[in-house]
Structure formats: C-alpha cells, structure tokens
C-alpha cells in the first residue's frame, strides 16, 4: 500500500482545525469546571495534532525529534486531563481536586526525563531518520524498556480509571446521559485502538502510526457529545454519593422536555420500570403527578403538594440557567410526605372531633354550622336543629361504672349517625347532651327524624355485666322557620333546649318540637345569658 505526504497530513490537519472549533466553543462556558477540564483536554488533542504534523514536515533528526517530543508531552499529559474530565463529569469532583496535584507531578517529571534525553539517554538509543518509500520521512526510535515502563502504566491506569468511572455512570443513567457516556467512551477508544495497533505492528502501512489520524474521528465524537447531547448542559449529580441512595426522588429535565436522568426513588414512586424511563418526555414520565404540566411551565423555583394514589408528595422544581439566563434544564425532587399528611389529619381529627364519641366537638360543630345558617339566610332554605340527651345517665354511672357509661354515649352516637344524612352534622354538646344540624329540613321534617332517633335507641338496650339496660332519650327540636330573619344558631340552640327541658318535665323518652306558641324570646334571652 502507498502513502502519500497529502493523505497523511490531511486528516491531522483537518482534527487541528475541528479542535480548535471546538475549543472556540467551549470557551463560551470557561467558568464552568466542566468546561475548564475539556478545554484542556483539548488542548492536549491540539498539541498533539500540530506537533505530529510539524514532525512530519520535518527534515532534521533534531527537529523531528523536537517535534515528536511534543507530542508526546501532548499524548502523556492528555491522559491525566482527561481522567480529570471524567471524574468531574461523573460527579467526583472533589477527588478529582484532591488527587490531581499529586498525579500531575509524575507525568511532568517523565516529560522533563524525556526532554533531557540526550544528556543520559534513559528513553531513547541512537534515534535516526528512516525515508521509506512513503514520500516522507519518520523517526526511527530505539525506545529504551525504561520508556515503556515510564510511560505506558501510568496512561492506562489514567485510561482504565476513565473506562470504570463511564462504565458506572452508564450502569446508573438512563436517556440522554448514556447516549453521552457512549460518545465519550468511544472517543477515548479509537485513538487507544491506533495506537495499539502500532505497538503491535498491525497498522495499514508498516512503521505508520495512525493514532493522529484517528483523533478527528474521536474530535468529532466529542463534538457530538459536547453539542448535540448538551454536555455543558447536562445536570450530572454524585450519584454514587447522592442519587443511588437518596430516599428523595430525583428527575431532570433537560431544555427540550426529554428525561435526562432519574433515580430509583423517582422510579418507585411514578411506578416505572427502569427499562421503562429510556428516551421519555417529560409529560410522559411525569403523568402520574396530577399537576405535572404546570410544573413543567414554571419559570422560577416552585414547591407543590400532589398525591399519587394513596402516597402524597410534595414536588420541587428548581430550574437550572446558563450565563444568559436561558432554562437548561430543570431539576425535580419527589419528597415522600405521606407520614407528615397521616398525622397531620390524625391531630386535625383529634382537634375537630370528640375523642370519644367520634362526632363534633363543640367549637367545630358551631363552625361548620354557622355555615348552615349562612347558606340558609342566602337561599331561603329552612334548616332544623335537634338537641338530645341520655335520660337519668348519671345512673348508668352509678349502676354500672364510668366506663359502661362511656359505652352508652358511644351507642348512642352510632346509633343516631347511622340513621342520619351524609350532610347532618352531628357533635357533643357536653356531658350527654349532643346537637344534630339539619340542613333544608323542616320542622315536620325535624320531628320524623327525632323520632326515629328516639325509638331506634330505645329499642336498642345495652348489654353490661348486670344484664341488658334499656337506654332512652328526650329530644328538643327547632326550625329556622320559627325566627325568619332573625333566626341565629344560638337561638336555635336556645329553643331546642328549652324544648328538651319540656320533654324531662315530662317524663323524658319523648320528643318536644318548638313552635311558635313555646318561642319566647325574653326567656330565650335570658337563658343564653345564663
């Protein structure tokens, strides 16, 4: 096979100028730590195009070898930036910071060794020029085993420790992210598969090294990967550290809606499959969340509550923004707050109901009536109020004890809510005595209803260790009708107790409705002051 001058150099000419494009572009995100460490991967890449070129051109031994020490001062130092890419890349920043000023030492005294050969000869043995029948001429090194050793372990150590760290990353990503850890890794292939197969004696063209050649296939590799596939704007967390193990769910978004990268609690709790999440959009992903496609519209940092089936989240959504201000991405974080919800209703229970009965305690039954009343005077509806009360309770105590006495009152209570309407409001007065709010009920309505109440308890005795106990109650009944627009919870109240009163003096178990004829409003009055 024959190799012209031409065909050689154009390639590596052609990856000098896509470099420097790249690095061009690159430096419009210099203040990033990302950016910092792949401009200065390129660079090397640059060093090493230019210097190979220039070795070419060359037609003395000490200029070639000038050259040739370039590049490889180039290649050599090109491994450890790029290990220190791939680690800020992956998210192990702060190790990349505290081992790089110990690393970079040993690559800068091989390349002060190799630039000071010819005072002790530790690298090279009586390098010449060969002029093959190429059309150029290459240098003929007689590398010394010390070179080999200098050089070559610690350049696949820096390369096996990039291959590990993007193999992980790829094992923990999902989307785009691999489709850049795919790019990234084949870049830093190719030219280590040149350059092996030159070591080995298995290039194309005998005593030909390629390895230049095929750094504009790993430039272009980059290049896709740093623009194609947003590297710069790519939000890539420790995971190891953070993502893996946080019970928190993390999603990120990137500036077209597509899924960039989530975690397994992410995972669990939009109920996908790890096979599930490559190449989603954001609405697809997020479709469990109710409210997902207004959190995807946010332009500043917002926090929401949602529920997902019987887990409720509280959803943060931080957008991330370029020097120009422009949204990148966006960072979502699932906080699992089902326990906080649970016990928050738990104490609302126990602040709005009465421990024991289950119903209404006082203040909230008059809030939640009040509202009754309020809806009542708007639509001209009437609404009724019942007052009960246990006949001779007391004597349930003193028969059978505090807690039989207990059991009564809850008895009763259920027996009364499960004859009752889904919007009767039903709460403890105090002692025995309970309210029941009836909403567009009348008073004829109201009497029925007591009624029923009354003969579903006496009819219901309960059992103790004495034997079985009949328990009955009076009932006071009153209807908004009565006081027109005068009529107020509290002489509701007033006047359904007043009935109650009525039906004790009577001889209890029965019902008393106030009409017209009983309302007196200077005694109704007076009872409230009391």
Known sequence: MTLSKTMFVVPILLNSMLVIFLMALSWTHRKKRLAQAFLAVLACLLVWSLAHLLEVFSNTLSNTLFWENVRISGSFLLSFFWLAFVGIYTGHETLVKKYSRYLILYPLILIALMWSDSSHHLFR??????????????????????????????????????????????????GKVRSQLVLLTAAMIVPLLAELMFLLGTTPVPQISFTSQSLMLASILLGRAVFQFDLFQSVLLARDVVLETLQ?????????????????????????????????????????IPNHAELLAEQEICCSETHIGQLFLEVNVVPVRDSSQAITARIFTLHDI??????????????????????????????????IVSAARG?????????????????????????????????????????????????????????????????????????????????????????????????????????????????MICAADQALYEAKGKGANQVVVVDQQRVTFEGLYERVAA
Do not use: W
């Not at 104490?347 to 009040?370: C, H, P, W």
């Not at 029925?448 to 309960?462: C, D, F, N």
């Open 338 to 371: 089902t326990e906080r919800v649970l016990l928050f209703e738990q104490i609302k229970q126990l602040a709005s109901y009465d421990a024991l009965t289950g119903v209404l305690n006082r203040s909230v039954l008059f809030e939640k009536a009040d509202d």
């Open 125 to 174: 043995h009586l390098p010449g020029m060969v002029r093959p029948v190429y059309g150029f001429a290459v240098l003929n090194n007689s590398y010394t085993s010390f070179f080999y050793l200098a050089f070559s372990p610690f350049t696949a150590v820096m390369y096996l420790a990039s291959l590990g760290l993007l193999a992980e990353s790829f094992r923990k990503s999902r």
């Open 379 to 491: 639509g001209g509806a009437a609404f009724s109020l019942i007052m009960l009360d246990i006949d001779q309770f007391k004597r349930i105590n003193d028969l059978f004890g505090h807690q039989t006495g207990d059991r009564a009152l809850k008895a009763v209570v259920d027996l009364c809510t499960s004859q009752l309407r889904a919007g009767d409001l039903v709460g403890r007065y105090g002692g025995e005595e309970f309210v029941v709010v009836l909403p567009d009920t009348n008073l004829h309505e109201a009497q029925q209803i007591s009624e029923r109440l009354r003969q579903a308890i006496e009819q219901s005795p309960l059992d103790t260790y004495k034997g079985y106990y009949q328990i009955t109650s009076s009932f006071g009944v009153a209807c908004s009708d009565l006081f027109g627009e005068e009529a107020s919870l509290e002489k």
């Open 248 to 288: 928190d769910g993390v999603i990120v978004i990137d500036r077209y809606n597509q899924l960039l990268d989530i975690n397994p609690a992410a995972m669990m709790m939009l109920g996908l499959a790890a096979n599930q999440t490559s190449g989603l959009l954001a609405g697809e992903a997020l479709k469990a």
